[in-house]
């Protein structure tokens, strides 16, 4: 049995995002994948949570991330599942069978980019959605992830 980690969120990446920071920083910027963890570790902290962050190029790992949340009990999920967001029906159904609270996050605006990505499977899976703010994206998600479970920045 998998360890508990209540205190936890997972944040989890897909394909190509460790490629943050060289690829395309016109679009997506110059901030690395390491810089979007530190991010998301030093926000979580703020509310007392932990960040486990992840990134995969494969699908499949990327649901096995997921399910693993689930077994460990962990608080809820951001997610920016990459190109699968516009094809995954598998990693929306995942989500959806876990049943944590996730919100998804993009670095870049998909609805003002080309029209196939203009839907997100992983979305309909998600409370809430990002895109267009850069890395400052996932800080909000983890800040509005916290108020949906109840939990107020630590002193």
Known sequence: MAEPATDTILVLNGPNLNMLGTREPEKYGHATLADVEALCRETAATFGLKADCRQSNREGELIDFI???HARKMKGIIVNAGG??????ALHDALLAVQIP????????????????HHSYT???????????????????IQGLAAKVGIKPKA
């Open 102 to 117: 996730t919100v998804e996050v993009h670095v870049t605006n998909i609805h003002a980019r080309e029209s196939f990505r």
């Open 67 to 69: 399910h693993e949340a």
């Open 123 to 141: 979305a309909r899976a998600a409370f809430a959605s990002l895109c267009g703010f850069g890395i400052e994206g996932y800080r909000l998600a």
């Open 84 to 89: 699968y967001s516009h094809t995954s029906i």
